[in-house]
């Protein structure tokens, strides 16, 4: 295993977008299935973490004792094409930024509201990542994955649990690659995707390091409204706040400390259920 890129006693502030976090055990960069099948079966599936950018991750001050697994080795793309359908089978540390390029290149349809996501395609399938009333499993076909045993499985989008902000991966298995399909379009899809990374400018809080959403959205109301109602938007504890831009996005100001952000959370949670009777859900994962 000492033959897998990896590095130890590591800091996750360098490994997620929030910029919070202790030492890690152990981060490894394997190249292909048999590095990952061989550190799940070599480390017990209960002691690994997949990661991805962590752009939807908090990890706590102090030591996390597990095994991450990062895909940043994980980047073949292959486009295949059958009249005006596009396949696209992408490894798990794809980035979006490179799946918009392709879209862009060959003015793809499918993929557009999904563009300004800050997220690998592994990360972004175990979350079901979503905007814009678009979610990433309206364009999947395919998955391979990796399960506790280390086995390599195939499986068709329909046989994988799924439904908003979720699939199965987060609690089993490693998305290895993926398949999805994009449409030809009469739309001009570069002048979309623009438009939505300007919104996203607009409304989100992209210059502060930031986990995006911090809670799902409730049925028929949304999460950032509720902080704002509850008088949170704005509202800090030392380094870490709900952004006065967007009250749903936690921003760290400096030198955000994970005991700040849990009690800042479970503030807005005892507000709100006191407030509206609802009980806000996290979307951000928080690893201890
Ligand atoms: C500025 C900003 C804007 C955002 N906007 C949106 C948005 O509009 N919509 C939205 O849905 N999200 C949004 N997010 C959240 C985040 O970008 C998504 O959840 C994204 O899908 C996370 O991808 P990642 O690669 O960073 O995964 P990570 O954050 O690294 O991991 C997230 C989860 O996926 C798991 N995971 C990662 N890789 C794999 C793998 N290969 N196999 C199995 N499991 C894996 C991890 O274990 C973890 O449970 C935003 C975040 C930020 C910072």
Not at 91 to 115: D, R, W
Not at 152 to 179: A, P
Not at 237 to 245: L, P
Request: proline share 2%; glycine share 8%.
């Amino acid at each position: 295993m000492d033959k897998i890129e990896h590095l130890k006693n590591f800091s996750l502030k360098d490994f997620c977008t929030i910029k919070i976090g202790g030492v890690g055990k152990v981060v490894f960069f394997p190249k292909n299935v048999e590095e990952i099948s061989f550190l799940i079966r070599e480390y017990g599936k209960e002691n690994i973490f997949p990661l991805g950018i962590g752009s939807n991750l908090i990890f706590s001050d102090g030591f996390i004792d597990k095994v991450f697994i990062h895909s940043k080795n994980l980047k073949k793309c292959e486009i295949t094409q059958e009249n005006d359908i596009f396949y696209l089978t992408l490894e798990a540390g794809v980035s979006f930024k490179t799946i918009n390029n392709i879209v862009k290149k060959y003015n793809l349809e499918g993929f557009e509201n999904l563009s300004g996501i800050p997220a690998t395609v592994g990360g972004a399938v175990a979350m079901n990542a979503g905007a814009y009333g678009s979610e990433i499993f309206d364009i999947l076909e395919e998955v391979w994955w990796i399960d506790k045993d280390g086995n390599l499985i195939h499986s068709k989008k329909q046989d994988i649990k799924h439904y908003y902000r979720y699939s199965q991966f987060q609690e089993e298995g490693f998305v290895y690659k993926v398949k999805i399909k994009l449409k030809k379009s009469n739309k001009d899809i570069s002048s979309i995707i623009k438009q939505h990374l300007l919104d996203r400018n607009k409304k989100q809080p992209l210059d502060l390091p930031t986990a995006g959403s911090t809670y799902k959205n409730p049925p028929q109301t949304y999460a950032g409204k509720l902080i704002e109602q509850v008088g949170l938007k704005g509202y800090r504890i030392n380094d870490i706040g709900f952004s006065s831009k967007h009250a749903n996005f936690l921003v760290n100001y400096k030198d955000a400390r994970f005991k700040d952000l849990i009690n800042l959370l479970e503030l807005a949670e005892k507000k709100v259920y006191e407030k509206f009777g609802i009980q806000l859900e996290r979307e951000v994962k928080i690893v201890e």
